[in-house]
């Protein structure tokens, strides 16, 4: 019974922390993340927040950053958390699914960090800063390094007794790291994807780029959607990053776009000091549209059919 316990606190532990990963690199490009917990018993809830969510340095081999994140407590409880450094690569195009875990190629910044100290605690409403070191080798690779930085809540083992489960919270920031020397920036447009027909909300038009170098490629996507009139109904812009030898899909998404209705799209790409513009047009139309469309033309057949039998038969009948 008791090893059914254990194994079940630890998948919850890493479903939960692979939520709020996947939510940090979804979203890196905001301020802020954070986790919280719905209030306990007592009204209370414990919530962190951690800012920057992204830091990008580009820095010589032997040189050492000093930065510093950001940590506020903007719950209801205190509590004590941990910082530290893990790798941090991607298993799919749409960047989903991070790893945090398993270390990869260039994905060695996380043995390069240092902090003063690795456990704080933090009151309610109380805002801490976490100052840390990177210290680049003097034989670091020229290119990309990169790693991400965690500040994860420590259970509170006294106030968690008798129950069975308890979730960890962390939150943290992706750091992207270029090492001067020889850097290769190449990369290669896969295009641009904007399905005409779209049965529901959100619209959307995707972008895919595969980097081809050995350091990450900034990339700027605007999506502009406009009406037959040429008016401008939506636009968006997302700056985001691909990661080398990967291929990065974004989704270029207007969550709240009518349900029927034809539009022009236009997606604008600025990458590697390159400007590439495609655009079509997209029906917003739910697909039982088409088959009442189809169903009342086979009705009118067959009452257009029926009419004129009936037309034939009353002259027949006539003679």
Do not use: C
Request: glycine share 8%.
């Amino acid at each position: 019974m008791l090893s059914i316990i254990a194994d079940a606190r630890r998948i919850i532990l890493r479903a939960s922390l692979v939520v709020v990963s996947a939510v940090l690199v979804v979203n890196g490009s905001a301020g802020m993340v954070s986790a919280q917990d719905a209030a306990d018993s007592k009204g209370k809830r414990e919530s962190i927040t951690l800012s920057p969510t992204k830091r990008i340095y580009t820095e010589d081999r032997g040189k050492v950053i000093n930065d510093k994140l950001t940590i506020l407590n903007d719950g209801e409880t205190d509590y004590d958390f941990i910082a530290y450094a893990r790798p941090y690569s991607v298993a799919d195009g749409n960047y989903n699914t991070p790893n945090f875990d398993t270390p990869v190629k260039n994905a060695d910044l996380y043995k390069w960090v240092r902090f003063e100290q690795v456990r704080y605690h933090a009151k309610a409403h109380e805002t801490i800063y976490v100052p840390y070191t990177i210290n680049i080798p003097e034989n670091a690779a020229p290119g990309g390094h990169y790693g991400a930085i965690f500040a994860e809540i420590q259970v509170d083992n006294a106030k968690q007794k008798g129950s069975a489960l308890a979730r960890t919270k962390r939150v943290g920031m992706l750091t992207y790291l270029t090492v001067n020397g020889s850097i290769v920036q190449a990369g290669t447009d896969k295009g641009v994807s904007i399905p005409f027909w779209q049965a529901e909300p959100p619209m959307i038009a995707s972008t895919t780029l595969k980097n081809d170098g050995n350091v990450h490629i900034d990339e700027t996507v605007v999506m502009t959607v406009r009406d037959v009139l040429g008016n401008i109904k939506y636009r968006s812009s997302k700056d985001i990053q691909v990661l080398p030898e990967t291929e990065r899909v974004l989704d270029g998404e207007w969550e709240k776009s009518p349900w029927f209705g034809l539009f022009r799209v236009e997606v604008e790409r600025k990458f590697l000091d390159k400007t590439q513009v495609s655009s079509g047009y997209v029906l917003m139309m739910p697909r039982f549209i088409p088959f009442i469309t189809i169903l009342l033309l086979i009705m009118g057949g067959v009452h257009a059919i029926y009419g004129r039998s009936r037309k034939v038969s009353k002259k027949g009948y006539r003679r």
